[in-house]
C-alpha cells in the first residue's frame, strides 16, 4: 500500500512563506515524478509544480519566481517552498507522485490526502 503524506499547510500573511513537505511510504520500487498540484474552493485542480527523479522542474505561471520545488530521493520526499504568498495562493494543496510499486506493476498516479494553506491578514 503506497500512502503520500503532506504536511507544512497553515495560516499565513501576505507575503509570507511556507514549506510543503510530501513523503511516500509504502512498498514502492521507483518514484517517477513528484509533484504538487492545488484546489481553491470552486475551482478545478491546478498543477502547482513538478519535479523528475532527474531533478528537472516545472512551474505554473501564476508561482514561478515564487515557489521552489525539490526532493530527497533517498527519504522519498518531495518539498515546495512557497515564499511571497498572496491571498490567490489559498487553496487545499495535494502531493501527487508517479511511482512504480513493484517490479512487474506498471507506472501509477497517487495522491496525497491534501494540506490546507491560507493566504490571509
Known amino acids: 500500500q503506497v500512502q503520500l503524506v503532506e504536511s507544512g499547510g497553515g495560516l499565513v500573511q501576505p507575503g509570507g512563506s511556507l514549506r510543503l513537505s510530501c513523503a511516500a511510504s509504502?512498498?514502492?520500487?521507483?518514484?517517477?515524478?513528484m509533484g504538487w498540484y492545488r484546489q481553491a474552493t470552486g475551482k478545478q485542480r491546478e498543477k502547482v509544480a513538478t519535479?523528475?527523479?532527474?531533478?528537472?522542474?516545472n512551474f505554473a505561471d501564476s508561482v514561478k519566481g515564487r515557489f521552489t520545488i525539490s526532493r530527497d530521493n533517498t527519504k522519498r520526499t518531495a518539498y515546495l517552498q512557497m515564499n511571497s504568498l498572496k491571498p490567490e495562493d489559498t487553496a487545499v494543496y495535494y502531493c501527487?507522485?508517479?511511482?512504480?510499486?513493484?517490479?512487474?506493476?506498471?507506472?501509477?498516479?497517487?495522491w496525497g490526502q491534501g494540506t490546507q494553506v491560507t493566504v490571509s491578514s
Open positions: 501527487y507522485a508517479q511511482l512504480i510499486a513493484t517490479i512487474l506493476s506498471g507506472e501509477s498516479g497517487y
Open positions: 519535479i523528475t527523479s532527474g531533478g528537472s522542474t
Open positions: 509504502g512498498k514502492i520500487f521507483s518514484i517517477n515524478t
